[in-house]
């Protein structure tokens, strides 16, 4: 029945069931007491690995408590493999095998009930045995099946002696060996759930590191004070370098003219535990360098405890084409001015001496140059600073405000206009302050004109009121300036105007969809 003091089981072969599977079964059927066939109980003995098992303290105790409560030399916790019985929690054995085919505890498994063998020399079954003929003398066992949830048996919980018992167990011993014997299959259930748990979260991680290694970015991660504890694989293979453990390892990857700005960021960042995002270059494999969009973000909002989790992109493409636009957009900038001042130098060439034309080659050259400040204002929205709608509106009011004076009064919220609603604006709200000042309040010194934007839902109303200036009265017929409003607030825009003609001044409402004035 042993195989001697101090001997070691062979190593456990590969047959791991890798959990969970749809139907890891050779028969497709999951095993029970009654259609368990052999290859089906090793399945699910393979899903246990034995090694996990060996050792456990709490078996141990179980073991031990068993050879107590029945006053037995021996007892022990045995699986009962292909070839072989071992015994994974034992007293009073020198040994942990045996082989299967002098087994009793491989016959009680296969029963329903407890088996008492009172004196196994005279069992015909176990007689020969050489546990039972041999040295170890044994005559008593009593021993309860242990069954996987699955149904399939893996062993029993005995207790042995080498004397014979002809009463057998007590009905007290009975009781607690069956007692004994379910908490021994919870805990080997406990373990074989533990490995899958390990198996599951060890199988999660390698495709959350497969999925990382795999993205053209770079992924970092660090503990609270930044010290860099996991990068993907990526990083490597950008730089040709060694990942780095502290913010002062970053120096050798980004660029001298960059570090110490990006450097301050993050120490605000961390010092507030708040989004960091910078752009900077960073020095790639082959020594040029790339532009790099770095963004990290902390796991809380406490800077003591906050562990950050960050990525590298590749924006070198992206930032040199931006670089380009923008010197293009300079020099198509610069060309527009140009047209613009030798469309007014036209003007003023082809009105001199002919009187009939100079009053409208005026209000023809005072709107190129309201264009032309819208225009200027345009470029500038792209240069990443704050634009506000009252901005643009102060540019194109300023050659009718007198410094120091209130004439022009604008207020309300901040909306930020785009670049392509500049220029439709600058039309209408010259016409508007040309009239004003030829009719209405601009045109006298105590009159004012008040703006005010307002949100109403999606959509932003403009306000434009005079006051202090002479009676307006609406005009005869539609003039060449209120077809040009309508056209660059109705058509361009797709809003809407309406004006007011009241005896104390104006009173313009424009309102455009918010989606309009940001296009």
């Known amino acids: 029945m042993l195989y001697g003091k101090g001997s070691r089981r ?20 999951p095993p029970t007491r009654d259609n368990c066939r052999e290859e089906n109980r090793l399945v699910v003995l393979a899903s246990f690995e034995m090694d996990w098992l060996d050792g456990d303290p709490e078996l141990a105790r ?29 007293t009073g054995w020198d040994t942990d095998h045996t082989a299967r085919s002098t087994s009793i505890c491989a016959h009680t498994m296969l029963g329903a009930d407890i088996l008492e063998v009172p004196d196994a020399s005279g069992d015909e079954r176990f007689a020969g045995f050489e546990a039972v003929a041999g040295e170890r003398h044994l005559r008593f066992y009593a021993g309860v099946p242990l ?11 005995c207790v042995t002696d080498s004397e014979p018992r002809p009463g057998g167990l007590t009905d007290m011993q009975r009781e607690g060996l069956y007692v004994l014997a379910e908490a021994v299959k919870r805990r080997v259930e406990t373990h074989r759930q533990a490995r899958r748990n390990v198996a599951e979260i060890q199988a999660s991680a390698d495709r959350l590191q497969f999925m990382l290694d795999s993205v053209p970015d770079i992924a970092w991660s660090a503990s609270p004070g930044m010290q860099f504890d996991y990068f993907n694989a990526r990083f490597s293979g950008v730089t040709g370098r060694e990942p780095p453990r502290t913010v002062e ?38 020594g040029s360098y790339r ?25 070198d493409d992206t ?25 007014i130098g036209l003007i003023s060439l082809h009105a001199r001496g002919a009187a009939a034309h100079s009053e409208f080659a005026k209000v023809l050259t005072d709107h190129v ?70 009719y209405g309040a601009l045109g006298s010194e105590v009159g004012r004109v008040t703006i005010h934007i307002a949100r109403d839902g999606e959509t932003v109303v403009i306000e434009w009121t005079e006051s202090g200036g002479p009676e307006t009265r609406p005009p005869a017929d539609e003039g060449f300036g209120s077809r040009l409003m309508k056209m660059a607030i109705e058509r361009q ?14 009173r313009v409402r424009i309102a455009v969809s918010q989606a309009q004035i940001a296009g």
């Not at 506000?388 to 300023?398: G, Y």
Request: a negative charge.
């Open 10 to 29: 062979p190593a456990a072969k590969d047959t791991q069931l890798t959990h969970p599977e749809p139907s890891p079964w050779p028969n497709g059927t």
């Open 62 to 90: 179980l073991a031990r408590f068993a050879a107590h409560l029945c006053e037995t030399p021996q007892a022990a916790v045995s699986i009962v493999e292909a070839e072989r019985q071992y015994f994974i929690a034992r």
């Open 147 to 157: 069954v996987s949830a699955e149904g399939a048996p893996l062993g029993a919980l």
């Open 249 to 286: 390892d970053w120096r050798a990857v980004i660029h001298p003219e960059d570090f110490e700005a990006s450097l301050s960021k993050l120490r605000e960042a961390m010092e507030s535990a708040a989004l960091f995002e910078d752009e900077w270059r960073l020095r790639v494999a082959d």
């Open 291 to 315: 532009w790099v969009l770095s963004r990290a973000v902390p796991s809380s909002r406490d800077p003591a405890t906050a562990r950050w989790f960050g990525t590298i992109t590749d924006i």
């Open 319 to 343: 930032h040199r084409i931006s670089e380009e636009r923008e010197l293009l957009a300079g020099e198509l900038a610069h060309r527009i001015k140009n047209i613009f001042s030798v469309i």
């Open 369 to 438: 140059r309201a264009l032309s400040r819208a225009h200027d204002y345009a470029l500038q929205l792209g240069e990443n600073r704050a634009s506000d709608l009252a901005e643009l509106l102060r540019v194109l009011m300023a050659p009718y405000g007198v410094p120091g004076s209130e004439a022009v009064v604008i207020t309300g919220e901040t909306i930020e206009p785009g670049r392509r609603a500049a220029t439709p604006l600058a039309l209408a709200f010259h016409e508007l302050a040309t009239n004003s000042a030829k």
């Open 493 to 506: 825009l797709g809003g809407t105007i309406a004006q007011e003609w009241r005896p104390d001044g104006l």
